[in-house]
């Protein structure tokens, strides 16, 4: 596994949505190639979730200098500043265009479900440090695939994953039995 030049691999980036996408802006800009991993068929799609609320922060609060500066030369004009755009809003007029200027850079539909070090498990795990990353990505057509990486960034999310409301990071006591739509109350 030493063969491969971990320098030379591709910064994995999980999520397409804000935090994402401006990671990998920020990636780009310091000369590191971003490969961004989309579950979702669009950038932002848990903010598509609720695209009709609007945000608690203004234009001026959600977009990233180094982002800003990729869409750029695109004729991207920031939006105003004071203004308090939708989740819609946000989706479609910036993490959208932003995800369309990485291009190649970022692919969607594509689901991690496993990251590990190359070579490495609970058994053998010397040097563990100084390999590659290899995760393990299920495509929405059905393909799966294992790529390489020198890091890998987690920006998932906690929208369809959220943390348990119990203390220690446990799920508070019935916190399980009132999510199951079971329990849910019918209209």
Request: net charge negative; glycine share 10%.
């Amino acid at each position: 596994m030493n063969a491969i030049a971990t320098d030379q691999l591709p910064v994995l980036v999980i999520g397409a949505g804000p935090v994402g996408l401006a990671a990998a802006a920020h990636l780009f800009e310091r000369g590191l190639e971003p490969l961004v991993l989309e579950a979702g068929p669009a950038a932002g799609a848990a903010v598509r979730e609720w695209s009709h609320m609007r945000l608690f922060s203004t234009w001026g609060e959600v977009t990233d200098p180094a982002a800003e500066k990729l869409l750029a030369p695109t004729g991207w004009v920031k939006p105003d500043t004071a203004t308090y755009p939708t989740g819609g809003d946000w989706a479609e007029s910036y993490l959208q265009p932003l995800a369309d200027v990485l291009g190649d850079k970022v692919r969607f539909g594509a689901t991690v479900t496993g990251v590990s070090r190359a070579g490495r498990d609970r058994i053998v795990d010397s040097d563990r440090e100084a390999q590659p990353f290899v995760v393990h990505v299920a495509y929405a057509d059905g393909r799966e695939e294992r790529l390489f990486a020198q890091a890998v960034i987690d920006a998932s999310g906690t929208w369809s994953t959220p943390s348990p409301a119990g203390a220690s990071g446990l799920p508070a006591l019935g916190e399980r039995t009132a999510a199951r739509p079971d329990h849910l109350p019918r209209p």
